[in-house]
Nanobody, 122 residues
Framework: QVQLVESGGGLVQAGGSLGLSCAASGSIFTIAVMGWYRQAPGKQRELVAAATSNGNTNYADSVKGRFTIPRDNAKTTVYLQMNSLKPEDTAVYYC????????????????WGQGTQVTVSS
């Protein structure tokens, strides 16, 4: 069994900062990618940022220069540092991980956290 446990989020004024964290636990062989998605009311879920196990990162254009996605050395925890927040960043943020649980598993599976609310007031 694999769990992604998120923490952080909350309410912040525009221009402020917030941090999120997501820890993966359970029976895990490798984690290829860990990332963050968000979903605002009435909108589709979208990728915010992702980090691969070899250190490559990918950011949505809307957050480049404002958000960073560090991972811990064990590569089982991912963070999202959000600076210069804007009201349009308001959404439920979901942690995602592409995980291979067993050495014999041919493909990775996607796992999701429970989601955490980020609200940016103007």
């Amino acid at each position: 069994q694999v769990q992604l446990v998120e923490s952080g989020g909350g309410l912040v004024q525009a221009g402020g900062s917030l941090g999120l964290s997501c820890a993966a636990s359970g029976s895990i062989f490798t984690i290829a990618v860990m990332g963050w998605y968000r979903q605002a009311p009435g909108k589709q879920r979208e990728l915010v940022a992702a980090a691969t196990s070899n250190g490559n990162t990918n950011y949505a254009d809307s957050v480049k220069g404002r958000f960073t996605i560090p991972r811990d050395n064990a590569k089982t925890t991912v963070y999202l540092q959000m600076n210069s927040l804007k009201p349009e960043d308001t959404a439920v943020y979901y942690c995602n991980a592409r995980i291979r649980r067993y050495i014999w598993q041919a493909n990775d599976d996607d796992y999701w956290g429970q989601g955490t609310q980020v609200t940016v007031s103007s």
